[in-house]
């Protein structure tokens, strides 16, 4: 069964450097997540992505975050400058085509744990 | 903005026996999606039901039922016969109908013993 795939697993990083986290979606969906688990917290929508661009934002998604799907395959999460805070676990998800009104299964990657050091 | 609710950190259930997860959520919508997503260790999530919120009829996949009491806000999930592979963390997620965003609640730890 086809599975999101997501790279490295887990990532050490110092604060301010940039990091990129990447994700595999299924390959004929067309809506892209992500979403991020603080350790003991909730899990909390970043941003979703649907036809080249960024459909849905969250408060948390602000100018450090960016997201890309830079090859048709990869859609890829950029953190411009690290911060203590952005230590999380980074969950990208994919969802087939559909009406936004209808309940699609959202399909999620086993995620990438990001340490910020 | 909407919320939702896991008042359970962890739940511990017999195998065979029966078990049911609580979810509350809050929202002042009227067309809505509700789901269960199950989380085993150092997995990915899968969704285990959903609910449509104008379908009166509790969701059912096989071992997996759901008690949706719409005015109450209330969405559980009911687990039958369990099975040691159920052991997972349990998450209860909402969406707003026509937007894509997943609000989740906190998660249920459930333990299955033999």
Redesign the interface.
């Given at each position: 069964e086809p599975e999101v795939t997501q790279t490295p697993s887990h990532q050490v990083t110092q604060m301010g450097q940039e990091v990129i986290l990447r994700c595999v979606p299924i390959s004929n969906h067309l809506y892209f997540y992500w979403y991020r688990q603080i350790l003991g917290q909730k899990v909390e929508f970043l941003v979703s992505f649907y036809n080249n661009e960024i459909s849905e934002k969250s408060e948390i998604f602000d100018d450090q975050f960016s997201v890309e799907r830079p090859d048709g395959s990869n859609f890829t999460l950029k953190i411009r400058s690290t911060k203590l805070e952005d230590s999380a676990m980074y969950f990208c998800a994919s969802s087939p085509p559909g009406q936004a009104a209808s309940p699609n299964e959202q399909y999620f990657g086993p995620g990438t744990r990001l340490t910020v050091t | 903005a909407q919320t939702v609710t896991q008042s359970q950190p962890e739940m511990s259930v017999q195998e065979a026996e029966t078990v049911t997860l609580s979810c509350t959520y809050d929202t002042s919508e009227s067309?809505y999606?509700l789901?269960w997503?199950k989380q085993p260790p150092?997995?990915?999530?899968?969704?285990v039901i959903?609910q449509?919120a104008y379908k009166q009829q509790n969701a059912t996949e096989n071992r997996f039922s759901v008690n949706f009491q719409k005015a109450a806000k209330s969405f559980s999930l009911k687990i039958s016969d369990s099975q040691l592979g159920d052991a997972a963390m349990y998450?209860c997620a909402y969406?707003s109908?026509?937007?894509?965003?997943?609000?989740?609640?906190?998660?249920t730890r459930l333990l299955v013993s033999p």
């Open positions: - | 067309d999606y789901f997503y150092s997995r990915q999530m899968i969704l959903r449509e998450f969406r109908a026509g937007f894509q965003k997943l609000v989740f609640g906190t998660g």
